[in-house]
């Protein structure tokens, strides 16, 4: 009996095509999950939560079955499939849009950027969101993580980071994972493509305050903008829309502190925060 039209054009989702896709390879090339391990060098527990989608794994793990299987590129691009089923429909395509662009301008509020996130801080952060278990709160630690993998690789993506004072006085619930963020926030910045400042206090004031914006600039020299909140997002592309935004991203940087002074703050956060008192504000 042929298949409904319903049946037969329903996509199956990328993350269970991943997984069957998986343990469909290894059961025709005959190996054990024992086998497998032993070959590409990872854990059996390991690759069996990935075959039973409790993983996700990354790209690395990806290619190296590639590698084994001899499937070309197949399940990299699967798991590409897979990643993007990990973040919400409205921010998939801010995702591509983020990795297509050269340059990045942001504004965060009241938490540290997550291209600037340690994964205790992504952690913290997402478990107050109600994930379903542990392992789908990991797996979301994981795609932010690798989100910040825009700032390493070959092309690697420029950010200017403007991060205003309440969100490096919002600790985390152990000083010395806090500590660990505000050391990664200083070894960021001394990457030639990174700029951090921080925007205090004492600034006033600002028409941008109460979310946060981020200015994509792409190969082509044109802008987009992407406005967020705690649960919603969006896309601005029209050019009015765009420069408006611009403006107003320009008169933040120009009241933020310089950079060589939002790394001095920053470094005097980390070395009081061990007596859990922070400096007055600016």
Same mark, same amino acid.
């Given at each position: 009996?042929?298949?409904?039209?319903? *049946?037969? *054009?329903?996509?199956?989702?990328?993350?269970?095509?991943?997984? +069957?896709? !998986?343990?469909? =390879?290894?059961?025709?090339?005959?190996?054990?999950? &024992?086998?497998?391990? #032993?070959?590409?060098?990872?854990?059996?527990?390991?690759?069996?939560? @990935?075959?039973?989608?409790?993983? %996700?794994?990354?790209?690395?793990?990806?290619?190296?079955? $590639?590698?084994?299987?001899?499937?070309?590129?197949?399940?990299?691009?699967?798991?590409?499939?897979?990643?993007?089923?990990?973040?919400?429909?409205?921010?998939?395509?801010?995702?591509? =849009?983020? $990795?297509? &662009?050269?340059?990045?301008?942001?504004?965060?509020?009241?938490?540290? %950027?997550?291209? !600037?996130?340690?994964?205790?801080?992504?952690?913290?952060?997402?478990?107050?969101?109600?994930?379903?278990?542990?392992?789908?709160?990991?797996?979301?630690?994981?795609?932010?993580?690798?989100?910040?993998?825009?700032?390493?690789?070959?092309?690697?993506?420029?950010?200017?980071?403007?991060?205003?004072?309440?969100?490096?006085?919002?600790?985390?619930?152990?000083? &010395?994972?806090?500590?660990?963020? =505000?050391?990664? %926030?200083?070894?960021?910045?001394?990457?030639?493509?990174? *700029?951090?400042?921080? @925007?205090?206090?004492?600034?006033? !004031?600002?028409? %941008? !305050?109460?979310?946060?914006?981020?200015?994509?600039?792409?190969?082509?020299?044109?802008?987009?903008?992407?406005?967020?909140?705690?649960?919603?997002? #969006? @896309?601005?592309? +029209?050019?009015?829309?765009?420069?408006?935004?611009?403006?107003?991203?320009?008169?933040?940087? $120009?009241?933020?502190?310089?950079?060589?002074?939002?790394?001095?703050?920053?470094?005097?956060?980390?070395?009081?925060?061990?007596?859990? #008192?922070?400096?007055?504000?600016?």
């Amino acid at each position: 009996m042929a298949a409904s039209k319903s *049946t037969s *054009t329903r996509k199956p989702h990328a993350r269970r095509l991943f997984m +069957e896709e !998986l343990a469909l =390879l290894r059961q025709e090339s005959g190996m054990s999950l &024992a086998q497998l391990a #032993e070959k590409v060098r990872f854990d059996r527990s390991y690759l069996h939560k @990935l075959e039973t989608g409790l993983r %996700l794994g990354d790209e690395a793990t990806s290619r190296a079955l $590639d590698q084994c299987y001899g499937t070309g590129r197949h399940l990299q691009q699967l798991w590409k499939l897979a990643k993007e089923e990990v973040f919400p429909d409205r921010f998939k395509r801010y995702m591509r =849009l983020e $990795d297509e &662009a050269r340059v990045m301008h942001c504004y965060s509020e009241s938490t540290i %950027l997550g291209l !600037l996130q340690t994964e205790e801080y992504a952690r913290e952060q997402l478990r107050t969101g109600w994930p379903k278990d542990e392992n789908e709160m990991e797996e979301q630690v994981g795609a932010r993580m690798r989100r910040q993998e825009v700032l390493t690789r070959e092309s690697r993506l420029h950010l200017r980071a403007i991060l205003d004072e309440s969100a490096l006085r919002r600790q985390l619930r152990d000083p &010395a994972a806090w500590s660990r963020q =505000l050391a990664h %926030l200083l070894e960021a910045a001394e990457r030639p493509n990174i *700029t951090i400042q921080v @925007l205090p206090f004492s600034a006033g !004031l600002q028409h %941008l !305050l109460g979310g946060s914006l981020t200015v994509l600039t792409m190969l082509n020299g044109t802008s987009i903008i992407y406005e967020e909140s705690s649960t919603t997002g #969006e @896309l601005m592309e +029209e050019p009015g829309d765009v420069e408006h935004r611009k403006l107003s991203y320009d008169q933040l940087r $120009d009241a933020a502190l310089t950079p060589v002074e939002s790394v001095a703050f920053i470094r005097s956060l980390l070395e009081e925060s061990a007596t859990c #008192e922070p400096p007055a504000p600016i």
